[in-house]
């Protein structure tokens, strides 16, 4: 089974459409400085600058969708910075009530045309948007990779984890793998990875992506057609997934690669929650499936050096993962990941 190539004619007019819905694609392109990364609402929902130079944000649903609280879409997030040599810095962000990406395209894209959507934890109370987000923009970005960054909504805010952000994940999938064309990359090399509680949108963005499509596939959804299937996923130091507490989720013929990383003892929680997630993959034979469990370190930190330690390096084990499965290749070559995936796909159920 050979996993089929969108049609670029089909993005450009889906592309047109949900710009028309968006706000006229609700984006803030010209560089921001990091000092203001929010602009105030004139009498639209709120959207924030971008929080990163040379960045663009765009809603992930227009303003009448069903999936919003439309009135808290006026109110402002809230954000905290810190300060450094280069000025204020964000680091996490809450009251999310319009979800939002923040599109970082890497200058070299056009070597591989790869984007990763990256989902920041916080236990479902805030965003770390600056640790486990905008920290990877230049990381990714020297290997021409682009990185995009999900603002999706908190429980903490009045929202269901389990529903309305892992809608945020699929719907921030969608838009990136629409906009392909338009930003010079390749809708067959759009992944997504998660951190702790961004993870808990990861995982099931992995098994779950046909129900969804099936249930947001109306007619007049400009993006029905495209695929909600993320090409590739990244939990790091995962919370709870689909598996946890006995659950058996199916396994999806076509499930995507996954890259798993924790802690060991010093995170064992979560260490756990990661094994639960690699285990039926592992016995169900999924291709490309890879966990790094260290045996010292503790949860969080993103890239944060951790004193030399080996999961300090795991960033460097992601990419040389990632490069192994053909996405740094160039554009529109089919990737290992994607012929793996079809084999594995063909095969008969057990």
Sequence with gaps: MKIPRPSSRRFALIVALHALLTFGLSAQSAPAPAAAPTRA???????PAPALPGGMVLA????????LKRERLHESENYNSTSGGSGPKVQSTLNIHNPSIEVHLAGG???????VIVAPGGGHKILWVGPEGLDFVPYFAQFGVSTIVLRNRLRVDGYDAKIDAVNDAFQAIRIVRAHAAEWKLDPAKIGFIGFSAGAELAAPAALFFDAYQQKNGATSDPLAQVSARPDFVGLLYPGPTPYAKGETPEIPKNVPPTFIVCAGSGDRVHAVWATEYFTPMLQRGVPNLEMHIYGRGNHGGGLKYRDGIPLGTWQDRFMDWFRDLGFLGKPGLET???ADVAAFAAQKSP
């Design 60 to 67: 992930l649903y227009p303003a009448d969708s069903p999936q």
């Design 336 to 338: 290992k990941a994607a």
């Design 41 to 47: 609402p004139a009498d639209g929902p709120f959207l």
């Design 109 to 115: 894209r056009s070597s591989n045309g790869a984007a």
